[in-house]
């Protein structure tokens, strides 16, 4: 179950909250209608994607300091940045297997557009799940590698 922070105040602590700031901000502005930057409308329509997690965003406090834990689900912030990171990765081609494993498994496997970027998701999140247990980057050659092998199966 999800537990509120017993008020740690560690660098980590303060990183993850600004990050998260970040989210609620683009958030606020896109319900209130306000001028957003580049970066805050691809976080609105990530968030507009995720009805699932809009209740997360009607307490501040509780948005920001909120701890999730494995047997919760994956995290939604992890989700909702994977999911940004994902979609920079699309539109820039960088690995450009990922635009292509999203088009392919829009045409060939007749899957939605967030569907398909869930499939892809889940080979980020494995990548980035084993570059934090190395406790090194992301293993782009094997990404890549996933990549291919979701446009072959």
């Known amino acids: 179950m999800s537990k509120r922070t ?3 105040s560690s660098p980590d602590r303060a990183r993850l909250r600004a990050h998260r700031e970040v989210f609620w901000e683009a958030w606020r502005k896109h319900r209130e209608d306000l001028p ?3 970066l805050e409308v691809r976080i609105a ?3 507009a994607m995720h ?3 809009h209740h997360l ?3 501040r406090e509780e948005f920001l300091d909120r701890d999730f834990h494995v047997d919760d689900g994956m995290n939604p912030y992890l989700h909702l940045s994977l999911h940004l990171a994902l979609e920079e990765q699309i539109a ?4 450009p297997e990922a635009a292509r494993a999203l088009e392919h498994l ?3 496997r007749r899957m939605d557009r967030h569907a398909a970027l869930h499939r892809l998701l889940e080979v980020l999140a494995e990548t980035v799940y084993y570059a934090q247990r190395a406790g090194g980057q992301p293993d ?3 990404y890549v590698l996933r990549l291919r092998e979701l446009m072959r199966a």
């Open 6 to 8: 017993t008020g740690d």
């Open 36 to 38: 957003l930057n580049a």
């Open 45 to 47: 329509r990530v968030i």
């Open 51 to 53: 009805p699932e997690y």
């Open 57 to 59: 965003f009607d307490d």
């Open 92 to 95: 820039i081609h960088q690995p």
């Open 106 to 108: 829009m045409t060939r």
């Open 140 to 142: 782009v050659a094997a």
